[in-house]
Nanobody
Framework: QVHLVESGGGLVQAGGSLRLSCEAS????????MAWFRQAPGKERERVAS????????NYADSVKGRFTISINNAKDTVWLQMDSLKPEDTAIYYC????????????WGQGTQVTVSS
């Protein structure tokens, strides 16, 4: 079992920055990749970014490319999402997730953290 805890959400003005953190505990060695998802009211959940534990390969949604950066620590148990040039449309609940296998569904989810960008 893996436990994920997010932190770092909050209220920021458009153009500002926030940094989200996700700490994993438990059977962390079983994780293949970690990702950040977001869901805004009335919208479908969107995968924002993902990163593999083995070689830190990162992928981004087109909507955040060039503005968000995902990274992982040396111990491979904490993932960050640096969000710059934030826009009101980035407002959502952001969730951290972990997958045990490549191209598989995410097995573990955090509780979510609210990000609100004011115009």
């Amino acid at each position: 079992q893996v436990h994920l805890v997010e932190s770092g959400g909050g209220l920021v003005q458009a153009g500002g920055s926030l940094r989200l953190s996700c700490e994993a505990s438990g059977l962390v060695f079983s994780i293949y990749s970690m990702a950040w998802f977001r869901q805004a009211p009335g919208k479908e959940r969107e995968r924002v970014a993902s990163i593999t534990r083995a070689d830190s390969t990162a992928n981004y949604a087109d909507s955040v490319k060039g503005r968000f950066t995902i990274s992982i620590n040396n111990a491979k148990d904490t993932v960050w999402l640096q969000m710059d040039s934030l826009k009101p449309e980035d407002t959502a609940i952001y969730y951290c997730a972990a997958a045990r296998f490549r191209n598989s569904a995410h097995d573990y989810w955090g509780q979510g953290t609210q990000v609100t960008v004011s115009s």
